[in-house]
Each structure stands twice: as C-alpha cells, then as structure tokens.
C-alpha cells in the first residue's frame, strides 16, 4: 500500500505543478478581480448613487420616457451604442440607472424629470467580466460558449488543484505514519 501511495503522490506533485502552471494567470485574475470586486464600494470602482427629492412615485416620468431620453442621450451625445442592458429604479433616492449593453457608461435620471444627473464609466462591470471570463464574449462573440468554456474549465482545474494539493498533503504523512508502524513491528 506504501508504494503504491508514494508513486500516486509523484504523479500527482507532477500534475500540480504543471496545472499549476498553466493556470497561474488565470488564478491570479480571478483573484485579484475578485478582491476588487468585494471592495467595489470602498475603491470607486462604480459612480457614486446620486440623490433627488423625487422620492413620490405618482409623479414620475414612464419607464418608455426614461428609456427614450438615455437612448437619445446615448447615441447624440456620447456616441456610443444606446442598446440598453437594464434599468435599476432606485425609489428611495428617486433615481434611475441605465446601463447599456455595448459599453460600460452608466447615466443617473431623476425619475421626476428625466434630468441626467449623471454620466460616468462603471470599472466594475469591466472587472466583473474579468472575473467570470464574459469579457471574451463582450469583445469576440455573440453568444456565451467562450464564458461557458472559461469557466468550465478553471473551475475544473482549480478543483483539481485543490483535491491535488491536499493529497500533496495528506500523502506525505500518511507514508510516515506507515513507516513508523513497519519499524516498531
């Protein structure tokens, strides 16, 4: 049982290491851009929530107004794709975001008068598709197999990784252990 622990505890230090390797980088991003992300709030890694008065729901402008005005204001103004990913109300500031799907701009409207309070990047959301490997889709591709691949994958090796390592562990002692109890017989 000894020998056949020590030639599977050498296969698996070589697997490691060459796993390892390979998917050092790839660790290392998601790790770092995983740090960023938990701190996103405390970096300004994303705009700031501005705040109105326009708190009294009767008296806001239709999600179809809001949509038009960023639309507008997106392609006129910025230059840039106005498709929009989503709208987040914000009821107690009297706020909406838009976010658009092509680019990472964020504007801030006042629900009461459709005013834009705000124009500015969100470095989150670039951080974001870092982190989960949809960066690769956003710039290359339409659909999401290139995310679904990435993540297959270093979520695979990075199980490997794990159960590797504690074998690398584990292994070492258990060889000992086995030594010691052949030497007192």
Known sequence: MSSKTVIFTRLYRKLHRN??????GFFLLISISGF???LKDELGLKPETKSTNSINQSSWISIQS????ARTFASGELKIDSEIDRIDIRPDKGIAKILFKNNFQELQLDLESGEIL?????????IER???GSIID??????????ITYVS??????????YSGYLLWANPRKIRRNKKGKRSK
């Open 19 to 24: 796993v390892g390797i390979i998917f050092i």
């Open 36 to 38: 960023l992300l938990g």
């Open 66 to 69: 809001l949509d038009s005005i």
């Open 118 to 126: 705000s124009v500015e990047k969100r470095a989150d959301n670039f």
């Open 130 to 132: 870092l982190h989960d």
């Open 138 to 147: 956003f710039y290359f591709t339409e659909n999401n197999i290139s995310t």
């Open 153 to 162: 994958i270093i979520s695979l090796s990075l199980v490997f990784m794990i």
